[in-house]
DNA sequence: TGTCATACCGTCCGAAACAGACCGTATGCG
DNA sequence: CGCATACGGTCTGTTTCGGACGGTATGACA
């Protein structure tokens, strides 16, 4: 079996991480996905502990363990990890978006629910929406904090639009409800 | 412990199609699931088949097994079950916005691995992009088939909008590197 | 100087979710 | 009749998930 089956998206953060930043532990690793991808992917960090182990083995990490102190090991890409991640990210990717939404969700099931309460429904949907703008507005402060330190950050900056498009969204429905 | 704590996002749907479409089997769950929520969430179809029985045990579904021909059981809403969807729907939502998407995840590390290497960087935007409007017009594709069943689908239009939003941004980001 | 609080760093575990192989049973159709 | 295809459902092994838990530095303050 090729390595490259025994790989999830969860492998490829951690290698792709490792190649932004040198050498890591996986606390450094907790903190740099909690501080980048994490804004829109979530990974409990216990699985920034198990992976590295995992990739270890399989040859695309290299763990050095440090004498001084508390047990920790340094993970750095060997040369096979690194032709993995280049391969990974030359090929095309048949995989499709996805997205978990559970404010969406609670607006689904509102909308069809009751189709006739045309009234209680655009409450919903008005509190729904004034949620959003919060949780955008949210995200905005953060961004500001985060611009000052990296400016392209394309991630966020794409997180952002999703924000945006999803406000854009529930304005219009809002308006086409009252 | 209380019910609600029992319950997961997949527990909400499953009442949540329940409430919209009537008594159901898994199988019609599976189905209008599809359909609907499917487009932009994924559920593995067994779970449509072991939820309910949890949800059953936990007195929100209660069970009618058909006499007839294959062992299939019909699932219905009991009162409680219909009042923690309603409390559900009621409260608050503090979860946030998440999403995954593989190619964005390549774009990422691409960005940044190699800064100085524009060309290449280029190329690989564009053919993400090129990628993008493909998802997209697929998409598009299937909703032109819903459209004719199913009109105001804020589900389907909204996932529509949110390819939108991420084709826009490759886009855009592809004219800022060329 | 002790002791307390608060990061920091990491492990562990039970419960879900996940992917997808597999398996019967109808139904149509050449 | 023989075959293909859709329907309806079960089962299993593996990952992921959340989050509780437990140590260890560090600094503040009495």
Known sequence: MPVADRLSPTS????????????????????AVGRSIGYFWHFPHAQLYSEPQRLAELGLLAAETEAQGRRRRTFRL??????????WLA????????????AELKLFFNEVAEPGDVERLAREQ????????AVYEDMQARYADLDAVAKRMITLRLGLEMEH???????ALVDEVS
Do not use: C, N
């Not at 090929?91 to 559970?102: G, L, V, W, Y």
């Not at 008005?126 to 703008?133: D, G, L, N, P, V």
């Not at 498009?165 to 304005?171: D, E, I, K, V, Y």
């Open 12 to 31: 490829y953060v951690v290698l792709g991480t490792i190649a932004l930043r040198g050498p890591s532990t996986s606390y450094d690793l907790k903190r």
């Open 78 to 87: 060997t040369d096979s990890g690194r032709a993995e991640l280049k391969a």
């Open 91 to 102: 090929e095309p990717t048949p995989e499709h978006f996805q997205m978990r939404d559970i």
């Open 126 to 133: 008005i509190a729904a929406h004034r949620e959003r703008i």
């Open 165 to 171: 498009a999803a406000l854009r969204f529930w304005t």
